[in-house]
């Protein structure tokens, strides 16, 4: 069986004002595209309140390291009190969104996603000396770079959201 080991747990962005759904996607998208993540979204719920739309978007996008090992990024967004607004800028008028963004990020490294070490109880014992001696080093190297990615994104993502600050 695969091992799943949370690096990150529960990094948190809390947004409210002014900002462009649309926008944010395209941000996350981009993101995704220049790490070369493989994006999966796992859920997108929307309802309509009389204070505004609810959004719930589930985001598991992931990144293959090796044949042994990938990174899995869990990001949870959840959109409050969404409406529909129109402001001026220099003169022009934009529609855009306000409300409140939540954001959790989970950074997980899995190992042995493929079950190649799962066949018979010696292989689980010979992975297991492996992954705490020999291959410490480069586990290590792949927490690091899951933290790295994830820290990335939350930055981007706030500056992103910062933009909207008039």
Known sequence: MAEREKIIDELRLQYEGLFDVNELYL????????????KREVK?????KPEGK?????LMPWKKI?????IEIKITLVMENLKE???EKDGHKIKMNQGTIK????GYLTTDYENKWE???TYVFMRTLFDKFVYKGYTASFKAQVSEDLNHLHTTIKSFLNLYRF
């Open 27 to 38: 941000t996350f998208d981009r993101w995704f595209r220049e790490k070369q993540y493989d």
């Open 44 to 48: 997108n719920v929307e309802f309509v």
């Open 54 to 58: 609810f959004v719930e978007v589930w």
């Open 66 to 70: 090796t044949d042994y090992a990938k």
């Open 85 to 87: 607004v129109e402001v």
């Open 103 to 106: 954001m959790v990020f989970d």
């Open 119 to 121: 066949g018979k109880p």
